[in-house]
């Protein structure tokens, strides 16, 4: 069997080392458009927080983590959540995600998948194997040459700032505002005291993301030396169809992003193991079920909010507040389920 994949970022390389590991005997060709995997554009263009899962494959190492996360705050108005873990197994960390690629990227070339830089993919014509695994981004290269359907999706933008005065090295915070948004305060590379400090809404919304971003910075009395910006599309949430034929889509092209954090690293690397596990039983349209059983109750719950916290901003901020006080209290009291 042969499988085509399109994308070198998390969820094609998680997809081509499980295949390899479940059968090694099949040809796995995984195409990146940049002339170099990881150290590029696309490689950045994140938060680069893992919230991953005790016990997992996918545990970044070495020089793919900046720091250990201990404490995520989510700050609604006058209330904060507080989310702890412990300092010595904790399950989040903030990635240098370039390097957690070229991580994955070395596991697979370990695992004899022919890796090809510098090509870009633009239709399904280009390729002819038994099977095609779609891990282009959002938005999906494969799903636009085909007229397919996108889910819900935001926009983002994002600076990062090199001794910057809100540097916690062990901390995320997160800020929700009364335009169906939030921003995110996170710390990046120690040794520069680097935070990534960012602004994600929903596409609906015309508003000028840095402006926004600057004016909030203002605000919160941010400050650092802007070394580096990213920004683009953000998919929030499932994002069907999950696959047409031969095709699967995985990461930000199938599976997104939880919806109301934009977190997408470990359902990238999710995703990725489902469709392998798909791809070697031979059952491709078992893809769609499976990721429906792991992830439509939150991305219901998630979208959900999303658009009730659209309609209550049109009221007022404090009945966007209000909306997402008790939107949040449900999430802290289901932790327990898988999202």
């Known amino acids: 069997m042969r499988v085509d994949i399109v994308g070198g970022g998390v969820a094609g390389l998680s997809t081509a080392i499980s295949l390899k590991k479940l059968d090694e005997r099949i040809s796995v060709n995984l195409y990146e458009k940049h002339p170099v995997i990881a150290y590029n554009h696309d490689g950045r263009r994140c938060g680069e927080v893992f919230f991953s899962e005790l016990g997992n494959q996918w545990i970044p190492e070495g020089k793919s983590v900046f720091n250990s996360i201990h404490q995520v705050d989510i700050v609604i108005g006058n209330k904060t959540y507080y989310e702890k873990f412990p300092p010595k197994n904790t399950p989040t960390f903030m990635l240098n995600k370039p390097a957690f690629i070229r991580q994955l990227a070395e596991q697979a070339e370990k695992y004899n998948v022919n890796i090809q830089t510098n090509m870009r993919i633009t239709k399904v014509n280009q390729l002819s194997s038994d099977v095609i695994v779609d891990a282009s981004g959002c ?84 400050t650092g030396n802007p070394t580096y910006h990213a920004g683009g599309l953000i998919p929030l949430g499932l994002q069907p169809p999950f696959q047409t034929s031969n095709i699967l889509f995985v990461g930000d092209a199938g599976v997104g992003t939880f919806p109301y954090l934009g977190e997408g690293i470990r359902r990238a690397l999710i995703s990725g193991e489902m469709a392998a596990e798909c791809i070697v039983s031979n059952n491709l349209k078992s893809y769609s079920t499976e990721l429906m059983k792991r992830f439509y109750l939150w991305d219901f719950i998630g979208k959900f909010g999303i658009k009730a916290s659209k309609i209550a901003s049109l009221i007022s901020e404090e009945a966007m507040f209000f909306l997402l006080h008790r939107y949040f209290d449900f999430v802290n009291s289901q932790y327990n389920l898988k999202y």
Not at 150 to 171: A, I, V
Not at 189 to 214: A, C, F, Q, Y
């Open 139 to 222: 938005p999906s290269i494969i799903k636009k040459s085909l007229n397919l359907n996108h889910g819900l999706r935001g926009l983002t933008y994002q600076e990062t700032l090199s001794d910057c005065n809100w540097f916690h090295r062990h901390r995320i915070i997160i800020y929700y505002f009364g335009k169906v948004g939030y921003y995110w305060i996170f710390p990046r590379n120690p040794e520069k005291r680097e935070v990534n400090v960012g602004v994600g809404l929903l596409k609906t919304r015309k508003i000028s993301l840095p402006n926004l971003l600057h004016s909030f910075m203002k605000k919160m009395k941010v």
